[in-house]
Each structure stands twice: as structure tokens, then as C-alpha cells.
């Protein structure tokens, strides 16, 4: 398994902003593929307003990156106007995962 470290947020979108939300993670989906060492990115809703996102990386290094880069930079600066609060954030360390075939090779 490639990825060690990983990041869980969850997030309340505000009444009437619940699309907006939702095109925003997928905006932010496509702003990471520039980022090499965020290695995945899955954005879903858990709610009605309620949404997550579960980021991984291959080492610390590439999470330090991810929180202090760009995209964080934007995600946070558009947060007060969709989202009720900040968002609730929890770093994680992974230990096991489904192998995909780049991971068997």
C-alpha cells in the first residue's frame, strides 16, 4: 500500500447551496490533478447538506504540501460563503486498503 496518510472532512453546506457545494468538490477534484503527491481525492455527500472528502498521500511530506498549497489556499477562501462552518477535519493514518493493480507490480 502506497498511501500512509490521509485526511477526512466533513462539511454542511449552507440552506440553498447544496449544488453549488457539491460542483465546488468537484472543481476541487480537478484542481488537485496538479497536485502530485495528494494521491487520491473522493468527494461525497452524507447527507442532504452534508458533505465529505477523504484525501491520501504517499508521506507527510506530501500532506504538509497539500494543507499549506493552492488548492487549500482557494478551498478555504470559498469555504464561509457554502459551507456553515469550517470544516471538521481529521488527519488519519491508513494501514490497509484494496491493492490495485499499479500496487501489485
Known sequence: MRDKFAIWATMEAREGKEQ???????EAA?????EPGTTSFRAMRIGPKEFAIFNTFAD???LQ??????VAA???????EL??????ITRCETF????TADDRS
Not at 453549488?20 to 468537484?26: C, H, I, T
Not at 482557494?74 to 464561509?80: K, S
Not at 459551507?83 to 471538521?88: E, K, L, N, Q, V
Open 20 to 26: 453549488e457545494a457539491q460542483d465546488f468538490l468537484v
Open 96 to 99: 490497509g486498503a484494496k491493492r
Open 60 to 62: 507527510e511530506a506530501a
Open 30 to 34: 480537478l484542481r488537485l490533478e496538479a
Open 83 to 88: 459551507f456553515t462552518a469550517p470544516y471538521a
Open 74 to 80: 482557494w478551498v478555504q477562501a470559498c469555504n464561509p
Open 65 to 70: 504540501a497539500h494543507v499549506t498549497g493552492e
